[in-house]
């Protein structure tokens, strides 16, 4: 009975001494992130960059909110990449933690209801990395960093027209896989929207190696532009078959094929092709090069658009809380959705009375065997 | 009409690497009545030793064709080995368990392939490096790749060799003579388990020789490729009639024209395993053997 006594009794003490770090000028923020499961690759950037953003407060003495400066406290939680662990998390984080803000989950399976818990306890959060349209619409208190993936349908449409010139193109996407299909579709309306005649627009079934029937009907449309929105895995088969039966013109893809892989799969076939993205790693804005720098001195490695945008998320964020002037949630959340312009790592981007910030799209060209930054589309 | 060619052509090649693994599925049934579900999984094993075998002949800087007929022999020497252990190991105990204990084994067998190669070789794909000559030839709208006329003249050279094998030598009487009757051929002198050994051996090599083929039309594998097309190369041989090499061949090409032609005709390719179903099933209702599968009388 004694040892449980003063086993309470040091956990009090010990809760203690925490409590009184935390209220000499800390701000504490949430981290939730994908760190095992199956993209733990995702959770690591989003740590390594939500580390790299506090500690450069940090050592710059603090962040000044209303004359105080700060010191900012991290709590990573990993949520195994699954949906109801990110649930979990993020509640543990606002009731257990008492977070100003929570920043992830970073895939839209975790995040939207990581939102939904956010949005109910009025916590702002900022999801670096879902596309998901659902995670942002109807909340209040969530935002996102990067853009929606209909977003990209419409960049796409776009380059394809104005950059590529390109009159007549032609779709060949996965129709079993939402992502694939929703941008896709607005791919389509988009083009046409533009001035443009989509002359072939096929499908086919996650898992399939042979496209020739598909690729065959497109190549006797006789389009200027190929667009495929498909995985990374997938996109070297598709080309490699398009070239076979004798087309001869551009392709452009999206975000999903922005993975080293595809180089070394694809070969010769996949270049000169270009595809958008969140962000380049050899883009040339001030900001983005410091970023990269220190990223790649830190980690040893170069940092994919995860680690870009939780900076940018941890970015906005901490240009919210100096606005808002106060440590509170809901003054934070106003600050957030009044950002007029942030300059970041992934671009420049505001706000504008939803989650999804107005940014532009990065446009990659694949030139000597390596990913290049090739031009900035806002639509 | 060049459309009709093309796709045709589309057709023929994959149609080619379904007949080549059909006939495991089928030698092996009409020896042993059992379904080989690992047939898919073997397949996909044939292709990762092509993987590391073209990569290493590459390293030995042979001329690409040597490359490639050393690495096919390669592939269908290692798979087949591997299938004959696989028959000593799993299947061979079973020999006169139910059948449906062995079916499950080879399910499990299947399982267990796909299985140990994502664990030690990883799930990210692999591409295979071009080891055929791929020019592109126009002819009045028809682009024919000599890729694509390789893949069908090694296939059709291959299945005619392995069907005057079959029908011309006394192995391949032997292996008719088991399928016939089980119980009285060990009485003529024939070594049942050494025929059977063989059937999973040949069987697999030709497997593994359209893995190769399908692997240089399609140059991407995974540990789970074997899957769908084992499904496919099965649909090909009930079709055709299990048990009968000719049979599988046939429904091999014709499940190749279904996958083609079905996004030419119909709206969506989504409507592919649709048809390849349907015509399983019309098949199966009006001749229960396959198109040419012999009439069996169930002895009772």
Redesign the interface.
Known sequence: MRSVLSAVGVFLLVGLLFSTCGAANVIVIGVNAELTGSIPVVGQSCKNAAEMAADEVNKAGGLEVAGVKYQIRLIVEDNEDKPESAAAVAQKLISQNQVLALIGANASRNAIPAAQIAESAKVPMISPWSTNVKTTQGKRYVFRACFIDDFQGVVCAKFARENLKATKAAVLYD??SEYNKGIAEVFKRSFEQYGGKIVAF????T????F???L??I??TDPEVLFLPNYY??V??QI??A????YTGKVLGSDSWGFP?IL????ADIEGHFFSTHYAPDIATPVAQKFIKAYEERFKEKPDDVAALTYDSFGMLFQAIKAAGKLDREAVRDALSKITLYDGVTGKMKFEGTGDPVKSAVFIQIKGGKFTYYDSVAP | MAVILQQTLNGLQLGSVYALIALGYTMVYGILRLINFAHGDIFMIACYIGFFASGAFLARHLPTWAVFASTLLTSMVLTALLAMLIERSAYKPLRYAPRVSAVITALGVGLFLEHFTLATLGPAPRAIPPLLPAANYNMGGLTISSLQLMIIVISIILMLLLDTVVQKTMTGMAMRAISFDKTVVPLMGVPVDRIISLTFAIGSAVAAAGGILYSQAYPIINPYMGVRIGWWAFIAAVVGGIGNIRGAMLGGYILGFVEVFTPTILPSSTYRDFVAFTILLAVLIVRPTGILGRVAAQKV
């Open positions: 129709i079993a096929e499908t086919y079934t898992g399939d190696q042979d020739s029937s598909q065959t009907r190549k006797q895995s997938e070297p088969l490699q078959q070239r076979r039966l004798g892989d070394k799969l694809g070969g």
